[in-house]
């Protein structure tokens, strides 16, 4: 049981950066991009791409090479597009997120057929590190792990302790208040969105150096985020890491039970989290 839990919080670290950045747009905006699992496999996709472009170049330095890429794509999208969604009515944006969705699944179907592909570490995926005799723990589980904490409290002190973080909250709490006040909330929202996307990056790049990737696999990674943002509390960053510990402690105590139960019992403990406790177990809280 030691191990399944052990191995829970590991996935959990994985789920952590799957949910960030839908945690954060949702928690600045109240937008919930349907497109973020398949922003996702593009991150990943772009690492792959980016080794093979440069002669099987250090993937960990393709990745930090497309994390400003990402920043400027998320605040474009946010600025000129997604901008142009939001209000009252969450169905537009809804309705534009799932079209990026769908054409960003045919274009990496297009681009890189349907087969399944992996980033390269150079056997780092398969190092462990041996906690006793009969328990060992991979070492890039432990990094992802890692990253996954740093960033969750990374954005914590931003909301916390910045000017930009201070300019989150106001545009969140009241949005026409804070532009009485001069901040200008289509620059602030973009910003917000890429950081997100940022995180949606680094997300991709470890996903593609833990496991295949393919063009499909976008929709499950949703999946996943939105189940632990919901799990933890819309816009709560120590709620939505809360939340996908607990979703990746129950999903490997089903595969512990069967192999098939897995999946299922992350959707169940989802369903009775959203049945009697609809705002999250640790939800946002104002002031």
């Given at each position: 049981m030691l191990e399944t839990i052990v191995q829970g919080v590991l996935l959990g670290g994985l789920?952590?950066?799957?949910?960030?950045?839908?945690?954060?747009?949702?928690?600045?905006?109240?937008?919930?991009?349907?497109?973020?699992?398949?922003?996702?496999i593009l991150g990943a996709f772009a690492v792959i791409a980016g080794v093979s472009l440069t002669g099987n170049a250090a993937p960990w330095l393709v990745a930090l090479a497309v994390l400003p890429v990402a920043f400027g794509f998320g605040y474009a999208l946010q600025r000129y597009v997604l901008?142009?969604?939001l209000g009252k009515d969450p169905l537009p944006s809804l309705v534009v997120t799932f079209g990026l969705s769908i054409v960003i699944q045919n274009l990496l179907l297009e681009v890189f057929s349907a087969?399944?592909?992996?980033?390269?570490?150079?056997?780092?995926?398969?190092?462990?590190?041996?906690?006793?005799?009969?328990?060992s723990v991979?070492?890039?589980?432990?990094v992802v792990l890692a990253i996954a904490i740093a960033a969750t409290g990374a954005l914590q002190w931003l909301f916390a302790h910045t000017a930009l973080g201070r300019s989150f909250r106001a545009?969140?709490?009241?949005?026409?208040?804070?532009?009485?006040?001069?901040?200008?909330?289509?620059?602030?929202?973009?910003?917000?969105?890429?950081?997100?996307?940022?995180?949606?990056?680094?997300?991709?790049a470890l996903q593609g150096m833990r496991t295949t990737v393919s063009p499909s696999d976008g929709?499950?990674?949703?999946?996943?985020?939105?189940?632990?943002?919901?799990?933890?509390?819309?816009?709560?960053?120590?709620?939505?890491?809360?939340?996908?510990m607990i979703l990746g402690i129950?999903?490997?105590?089903?595969f512990r039970l069967d192999p098939g139960w897995g999946i299922w019992f992350g959707h169940i403990v989802f369903l009775v989290v959203l049945v009697l406790r609809p705002q999250g177990l640790f939800p946002k809280t104002r002031g």
């Open positions: 789920y952590t950066l799957f949910a960030l950045g839908q945690s954060l747009m949702f928690g600045v905006m109240r937008l919930t991009n349907t497109a973020q699992g398949d922003f996702i901008n142009g969604t087969d399944p592909r992996a980033i390269e570490t150079g056997g780092l995926s398969t190092q462990g590190i041996a906690l006793g005799d009969a328990m991979g070492v890039l589980p432990l545009v969140s709490d009241d949005r026409e208040i804070a532009e009485l006040m001069g901040l200008n909330a289509k620059k602030v929202y973009a910003f917000a969105t890429a950081i997100a996307f940022v995180l949606i990056a680094v997300a991709g929709p499950l990674l949703l999946l996943f985020a939105f189940e632990a943002v919901i799990i933890g509390g819309m816009g709560s960053f120590w709620g939505t890491l809360a939340g996908a129950t999903q490997q105590i089903g």
